[in-house]
Structure formats: structure tokens, C-alpha cells
């Protein structure tokens, strides 16, 4: 979880977490988030009221229900709660606008005092965390400490309260970015380029302010930063909206400042990746599945992938809501035996950078899960076959799990496919083909005459119900 927000925001995205794995009871949720019944009672009218459409309904016997319709997903719900949070706003102003304690209470409403109190708490956060970030008050507010880490960290946080089209100049810049690695030779996901794409605006803000990473901290490419500079120059309106909006100048050394290790990581070739972290990652993979008593092979390209996985993603998990525990609690609970595996592969590998982030040691799990039939067949049984459209911004994994999940449960479909082609360009005429379209990217519904069911990181009861609802409503009208 964040750790900062407000105590009642903190219990809503846990209470969300914890529904969504199955219903519950108030005494229950009340134990687990250790407060009273009536606090629990009180968290969810708040939500209720603040988050609708989505709800939490309690029945007569308090059992407690979380309620999604098909249009929304956990990450709607989270990037709501988020977004009711004064102590993110506060965050978000001070990096962006750098404002005097008169400015800042002027523009939220607060008083000095509060905002004061804010900042000493999110002070406090950063300093029992160990993360090498402070706010400082001089004449104005400014976020100083470890530069690199400051950016991956507000870059994460934009990332987890705007969705991409939310974000200002996502499309430039993703347009933008997709032109330079096509200069360069290269090709990445789209969930990468999408990451990219937030760590650049953040940097931009950053560099607008005079915060710059010191020059022997950057990645030293000049051929990027010669290819990028000429296609970015060749866009004036989008120069001159950055210059205006956030001091942004376009020059050589601005440019070098923003391909920061973590963003050269899109750049480099294979054959450039660490022989000792291939060998490694090759070990863990062998173990984990010989452990696991899964009969797959491990190719030049799964190492490659696992290894890219690592250490793109591990730059990532400085600010996210992880709801992967509810596919642990939901899938994994009685397979013990895979997530003894999982550490002990880890262990043998001495992948210790994964074992110490909590996020990305859950997430990797995840990525082992979906790349292989024979592993998610063992933790979601196979069923049966019908016809689905899966279109998903995130790494391919993700339409793949749910992919897999579905043909399982319902062998009745013949048809459930993935989307492949750039999903900032979507072609309306394919995907109307398709009766349902399953998906986390936000669609024209001028556009659109497929129905449409919004899906989260990973499956919840909600989604299996609102499956269920389609399902039952076609063939009542296949049936009239």
C-alpha cells in the first residue's frame, strides 16, 4: 500500500483488496484491519458515496459484498480513492508548481498549519521508508534527495492516479517516443512504453525546475540523445507547450538529462544485457520449475524475457496499490507447494534484489504463472471452449491470463483473441467484429458496438459474475 494517505483512504484500498477476494463480514474485516465495526461501517459509506458507481453493500447478516460494474475495474476504483486524497494533491502541487506555503494554501483551501502537519507526515513516511526524498520549506516548497530515485518515484505515483489518456501530452509523448525507437532499431510494449512515457513527463517537470541528475549518473548514448533530439525538434507546438507549461527548454543537455539509466533501458540491445544476470536468471527458472515438477523448457528467449522483466520492473515499485495478494489468496492458497518453489529458486539463483521488493517478487510470480499452460492449469484447473476480444495496454501476460482463464472455465467459446495491433490506434472495425470486448483501455463508445466488460490486473469475483450476466443475457437473446 501507499502508507501516507489518510487512515480512512489507507482502510478503503485494503477493504477493496480484501473484497475482492470473496465476501466477508463486518466482525471479520474489522479483526483484520484492526478497528471497530462501526469505523468498518463508516469506511464504506465514505466509499459509497465518493466511489459510485462501484459499492460495498452489506446485507442483513453484515455480510459484505463488493459491487463492480462491467464499465469499471479496480484500477477505476483505486485511482479514485486515490484521487480524494488531500496528501497526494499536496504532493503532486509541490512537484509540479514549487509554490510558496501562501501559494499552496491559497490553491487547496488549507490552512498554513495543515499544510505544515501534511508535509511533516509525508516527511515521515519517506524518512521510515529510508527513501532518500524530503520536502523542504525555504521561500518555496521543493522535493530534494536522490534525483533518479525522486523521478521513478512521482513517476510511479502519476502512473497509479491518472490513467494514460488523463495524463498531460501522453499521446505526444508516446507518439514521440515510439518515433525514436523505430530511429534506433528497437521495439518494446506497449506496458513499457506506457511506464516511459510517465517517467519522461516527471522528468520534464523536474528538469523545468533546475533539478538535474549529475552528469555521471546518466546513460552515455549520444546516438540516442542525437536521434531524440532531432525528433522532438521536429514537433514546435509540442516544444513550445512544454517550454510554456513547465520551463521545459529542448536542448542537448536537457535531453541527456532525461535518458537516465532507467530510460536507456529501452534502448539497449539484448547483447548488452548482463551475462552474470542471464546466467542467474537462467538457474532460477530451471530450479523453480524442476522444484515445481513443470515440464517446461527454458529457452534463450524465456531467459531473455524474465531477465528484461526484472529489471525494467524493478525500477518501477516505488509508489503502487499491489493487489496481487488477491491472486495469491484466491489461486495460490492451496498450492503451497509453487510458492515454496518460487522462494527456494530464488534462493538457489541469489536473485536477492527480487526476494527484498515485495512488489516485483509478487509480480515475477505472476509473470511465471501466465507464461506457462501447464502452471496455470495446476492452479486454475482446466475446464472446456466460444468468442471474445481481449485488448489490454499492459505486458501481453496479462491478455494471456485471462485468455487461458476463460477457455478453461468455458470451453464452450471458440473464438477468444488477442489484440495486437497499437492500442493508441485502435482499429474500431476489427474490434466491432466481436461481440464482447474485454479490456483496460478506455474506448470510444461513439465508436464501439461490441460490448464492452472492463478487466483488472488480475480476476475478480466481480468479473466472473459480469461474465456470467453477458453470458446468460446473449443467449436469452440468441434464444428469443
Known sequence: MVGFLEKQLERQIMLICLLSMDMAEINDLAEELKVTDKTIIADIDNFNSSCFPAYIEVNQYKEVTLKIPSNLNLDDIFIKILNNSIYIEVLKYILISEPSLTEISAKLFLSKTSVRRIITKINTYFSKERLDIQIILTTRLQIIGDEIYIRKFFSSMFKEICKEKDLPYFEMIYKMLKRCLIKQGRDASSSKIIYTVYYIFTSIIRIGNDHLIPKEELADRPAVVDSIMETIKSDTVFCTLINQNYKFVISRENIE????????????????????????????????????????????????????????????????VSYADIFYKKILKKKVQIWEAYQSALIISNLSSVRKNELLLKELLLE?????????????????????????????????????????????????????????????????????????????????????????????????????????????????
Open 257 to 320: 538529462n532525461i535518458l537516465s539509466p532507467y530510460l536507456s533501458l529501452l534502448f539497449t540491445n539484448p547483447a548488452e544485457t548482463d551475462e552474470y544476470m542471464l546466467r542467474r536468471v537462467e538457474l532460477f527458472l530451471k530450479h523453480f520449475y524442476y522444484l515445481s515438477n513443470i515440464n517446461e523448457t527454458v529457452t534463450t528467449e524465456k531467459v531473455l524475457h524474465f531477465t528484461s522483466f526484472i529489471t525494467f520492473y524493478k525500477e518501477l515499485t516505488f509508489f503502487k
Open 368 to 480: 511465471l504463472i501466465v507464461s506457462s499452460n501447464e502452471l496455470l492449469h495446476r492452479v486454475e484447473p482446466k475446464l472446456k471452449e466460444r468468442s471474445i476480444l481481449l485488448l489490454s495496454s499492459q505486458e501481453m501476460g496479462l491478455p494471456i491470463l485471462y485468455k487461458n482463464l476463460i477457455l478453461n472455465k468455458y470451453p464452450s467459446f471458440k473464438k477468444v483473441d488477442i489484440y495486437e495491433k497499437d492500442v493508441f490506434s485502435l482499429d474500431y472495425t476489427l474490434i466491432n467484429q466481436y461481440d464482447l470486448v474485454l479490456t483496460d483501455v478506455n474506448l470510444n463508445l461513439n465508436c464501439i458496438s461490441s460490448a464492452i466488460l472492463k478487466i483488472s490486473k488480475v480476476p475478480t469475483d466481480a468479473f466472473w459474475h459480469n461474465l456470467e450476466t453477458f453470458l446468460h443475457s446473449t443467449w436469452k437473446k440468441s434464444c428469443q
